[in-house]
């Protein structure tokens, strides 16, 4: 069932490693069908030389397996999460990329410094909070995805102009409308990790990027008056 | 029409990504056809992989489309307000290439720390100014071009000398006689921000060469002594 | 004898350069024969590019050469330690990787910054002291093994939990149940070190990560309640 | 004439950009022919991609152009310089690799911080001075050579047990018995420089190898005590 999103699910891991953003099996992705409310994903801890389209596994909304032999990927409670709180999530990844993922590391947004973050992201990339201890010993990758949706809420974040967030001490998850954007805002969110450690190194009392220009080039791409592109 | 130019257009925005300055479609290569004073540009937000060289879109001084049936790039108003005011220009390169781009959100010019610098640009590359929010409002891609225009006059830089500025929080554009030529000034300024960023890191006090060696290297080169090459 | 185990040596030893870990022949990957406690390791200073899996030597556990016409890895010394100590270590790699390397040449051990490190080593990264100069004089390769051993010793550090250590002033030493096993900790390793500098750059007084997140990813991947992978 | 020894300096030529030690023309590789003392040259300002082992240009020591359609690489009279006062030299190479044209931008020595440096250079990598206004006017490449041997002079160093130096501002000088001994010694050196960079952001008050563990790695691979390798 489901075979041309399968194949897309599994185009979309693959893309993973190839644009530098995985080492061994540190990352998956998953898609949901809008019609069923299926989810399909990666399987665990396999590798990304050997995984086919067929491995992919297909789990109904509450994540139980329809179809597929092999076990979800870990993290699939996180994915459920984020799919059931935001409707319009039809893609979600999740990597421990190495610029991205020390930010996460360092418990710290990144900040707006310029043109190429506001092209995709509205605004500072968020870090949620560490878990309790509570929170990690029971459903941990549940909660883990309830702490990002905690960190959305409090920030008044709209999750469609800020595809992304980073979880403290972890990594990221970035997501969109399709697998194959949510893996593209995973290679937006490592080039923009990487500029912004470079920036601060260059100019240690640097500023992030003044409102007028974010909004310019957010709503340049994005929006009933975007102007980028091929329309 | 200007099919020679039109392949050569091509090849420089190819040359982009497999020098590692681009990733997706974050930047663009144009050239003029000094004859006719038509402009030629790569389409906006077409993929690499996809990019043939009849997408090139042609355009006249004021940009308006002669041929081609895409949306020039969406940054084209700054391109022409460059060869505008710079009648030996003959290509511009645009691009948010990560060293470079991380100068330029740390809204600083870029020292010349030394001779790989000095072949190639005479003294500092320098930051043009955040725009005014009225400036971002209404013709912003033209008014980057001003902006970079505006830092060359107020410090007296003659842009067949210095061929490239870095725009405040967005990235840097490059030119120089041709498209190649631009691709390739492109390509220094990368390599001149990692070392500059290094060089910082070694040594924080670190102080800009001296003018006899810029002087020495970039004549070398260049002008009627220049000894470099097969002459 | 032992042509299968040698095979996977040679396997071992040449994923070291594709993955980046080692330039010209700085590394080399021993296994250990649990059946007749054989060594097999890398020759000394030969190049990946030309070495076959018949030039694999074969040592007693004492070191003298069982089968082989080269002479093994300078490095032969320290990996006998090793497995005398640790009885559970089947495969072993010494690399000169430049992310290690440099926390090795900082003398500091690698703080437990995030789930990457956690998911293969359970705490930090020890960091061995310098030999000193009585133990440089007389067999410094062996001592080298033994200083590793004092460390771990030292920090109460159970090997196959953490399986790696860094030597002041030198490079790194991983382990594993087997060649390829210790090789993938070593590719571990260097990522891990990436991301601790990284770290350190992007939040200065940073924290390690609490014990509790250290604790279920360790343990959601190794020992009875794994339930991370294909089981 | 000499057209072994051509091809081994092609060879090591074409070794430059493949080991990412340069971009466009930026470095050069030179070879001395023992018996005639003649200078084989990589020809000035061709691209690595056209040139050929036809290309490559034969002086007498002096300079003079003996055999070759070609101009000599602009920096001649530094590679002359230098296998003028060291006999034993046989192989140049003079590049602009980022990490250690970072450091000599920076005007400082590398400090011998690890066995990697050890392995192969005797100490620190030292950095000559700036050249003064008159010594850039008239020769300014022979002066380069000068300035170099100066450097060693003043620091009492055998240029075969330090096979290296940075100049002030410009890049690195690098050399060995022959031509592909001096692109090995410039790797290392790009190595040594990317470890030495890194190993004090890690640790801003690290200190340089003790020296018994620098003679030890030192020794163990070169002179009558040799124990590295295959003999």
Redesign the interface.
């Known amino acids: 069932m489901l075979e041309t999103l399968k194949t897309a699910v599994w185009e979309a891991n693959m893309a993973l490693p190839r644009y530098g953003l995985v ?2 099996t ?1 990352g998956n992705v998953s898609a949901r069908d809008h019609e069923t409310g299926h989810i399909l994903i990666k ?4 590798d990304y030389e050997a995984l086919k389209p067929g491995d992919i596994v297909v789990l109904d909304k509450e994540g139980r397996v329809i179809e597929g032999s ?2 979800p990927s ?1 993290d699939t409670p996180t994915h459920l999460a984020l799919y059931a709180r935001y409707p319009d999530l039809g893609g979600i990844v999740h990597s ?1 990329s ?2 991205a ?8 947004a990144i900040p707006l ?4 973050h506001a092209d995709y992201f509205f605004g500072p990339v968020p870090c949620a909070r ?2 309790t ?1 509570e929170e ?2 029971t459903d ?1 990758e549940h909660n883990t995805g309830l702490v990002i949706i905690e960190t959305l809420d409090n920030l008044g974040i709209n999750p469609m102009h800020t595809p992304g967030a980073l979880c403290a ?3 990221s998850f970035t997501w969109g409308k399709d697998a194959a954007q949510a893996v ?1 805002h995973a ?2 969110l490592e ?1 923009v990790a ?10 240690p009392s ?1 500023k992030p ?2 409102e ?2 974010r909004d ?1 080039h957010f709503y ?1 791409k994005h929006g009933p008056d975007a ?5």
């Open positions: 080492t061994f540190w399987p665990s801890g396999v092999l076990r870990s421990h190495p610029q993922t020390s930010w996460a590391q360092a418990e710290r410094y310029g043109t190429t560490l878990l201890q990690i010993a941990y001490k972890h990594g593209y290679v937006v080039e990487r500029m912004a450690t470079l920036t601060e190194t260059i100019n640097v990027a003044p007028a220009l310019k340049r102007y980028y592109g091929q329309g």
